[in-house]
């Protein structure tokens, strides 16, 4: 069965990812992976929004966010977690999620 989630999000330097969308999409994907299901997090380029939950996801599984971008980078070569416009709300989803995970 598939199941999707769709966040619309625009990929430009003035409108951040908002961190409420990176939260549903994390909370969502550790529903399925602790149902034994599979994820994939996807946008247009496959180089920043994607990215970014993918990184999220990763963070909410418990790794700290510069692992996350390094372990996407490494498997995602075109990925581009550490442009400032993503990179940013990645460690603002990490923030917030230690918050309302403590």
Same mark, same amino acid.
């Not at 409108?15 to 034994?36: C, N, S, W, Y």
């Given at each position: +069965?598939?199941?999707? /989630?769709?966040?619309?999000?625009?990929?430009?330097? *003035?409108?951040?990812?908002?961190?409420?969308? /990176?939260?549903?999409?994390?909370? $969502? @994907?550790?529903?399925?992976?602790?149902?034994?299901?599979?994820? *994939?997090?996807?946008?247009?380029?496959?180089?920043?929004? #994607?990215?970014?939950?993918?990184?999220?996801?990763?963070?909410?599984?418990?790794?700290?966010? $510069?692992? @996350?971008?390094?372990?996407?980078?490494?498997?995602?070569?075109? @990925?581009?977690? #550490?442009?400032?416009?993503? %990179?940013?709300?990645?460690? %603002? *989803?990490?923030?917030?999620? +230690?918050?309302?995970?403590?």
């Amino acid at each position: +069965q598939l199941e999707f /989630l769709w966040l619309p999000t625009i990929d430009h330097p *003035f409108f951040p990812i908002p961190t409420r969308m /990176l939260v549903r999409g994390a909370q $969502k @994907a550790l529903e399925i992976i602790h149902d034994g299901g599979k994820i *994939f997090t996807h946008c247009a380029g496959g180089r920043h929004r #994607g990215v970014a939950m993918g990184a999220a996801v990763l963070v909410a599984q418990g790794y700290a966010p $510069k692992e @996350a971008m390094r372990v996407i980078e490494e498997r995602r070569p075109v @990925a581009d977690p #550490g442009i400032f416009y993503i %990179r940013r709300p990645i460690l %603002r *989803f990490a923030r917030h999620w +230690q918050e309302i995970e403590n």
